[in-house]
């Protein structure tokens, strides 16, 4: 599935909630897992990330430090 990155807010201390808008839907459940690529000029950064919206909502977000 692919997203496009919508919004970054800071939580709290270096806590931050990152939100993409999805481009195809995407079936999760609360609290899973996902891994999230970052294309770059010489190579692509995989990460894995807990999802803390809900599978209702339009976009996805996770938690980062």
Do not use: C
Request: charged share 15%.
């Amino acid at each position: 599935t692919q997203a496009d990155f919508a919004n970054k807010e800071l939580l709290m201390g270096n806590i931050w909630e990152l939100t993409f808008q999805l481009l195809s839907p995407f079936d999760f459940t609360p609290g899973q897992y996902t891994d999230i690529t970052v294309p770059s000029l010489n190579s692509d950064t995989t990460r894995t990330f807990s999802i803390i919206s809900l599978p209702s909502e339009p976009q996805i977000s996770i938690l980062t430090k």
